[in-house]
Nanobody
Framework: VQLQASGGGLVQAGGSLRLSCAAF????????MGWFRRAPGKEREFVAR????????YYADSVKGRVTISRDNAKNTVYLQMNSLKPEDTAVYYC??????????WGKGTQVTVSS
């Protein structure tokens, strides 16, 4: 089972990026999926999560209003649309799958760098 995150890059402050997380080896259509990030010198933090059906979403206060999580279960893929990016959004972004109440599956991460 593999989660493959992509879509990171270098963007100016105020810009946008869309991250993708594709799952291989099993389907997670019945599982919550989430995005986390780790900034340099900081601990990993939660960014957003989405229910299996996509009907429920939850965001960290630091990104609320600027970020949208979505999913396409037909493609076994979760997305994170990030707008109005700030330098403090610079981090490695990871996707994860919640199985049995824990984030048991993790992708390798994709780097997002926001320049001021």
């Amino acid at each position: 089972v593999q989660l493959q995150a992509s879509g990171g890059g270098l963007v100016q402050a105020g810009g946008s990026l869309r991250l993708s997380c594709a799952a291989f080896g099993r389907t997670f259509s019945n599982n919550d999926m989430g995005w986390f990030r780790r900034a340099p010198g900081k601990e990993r933090e939660f960014v957003a999560r989405i229910s299996g059906s996509g009907g429920y979403t939850y965001y960290a206060d630091s990104v609320k209003g600027r970020v949208t999580i979505s999913r396409d279960n037909a493609k076994n893929t979760v997305y994170l649309q990030m707008n109005s990016l700030k330098p403090e959004d610079t981090a490695v972004y990871y996707c994860a799958a919640d199985t049995a109440g824990s984030w048991n599956y993790w992708g390798k991460g994709t780097q997002v760098t926001v320049s001021s």
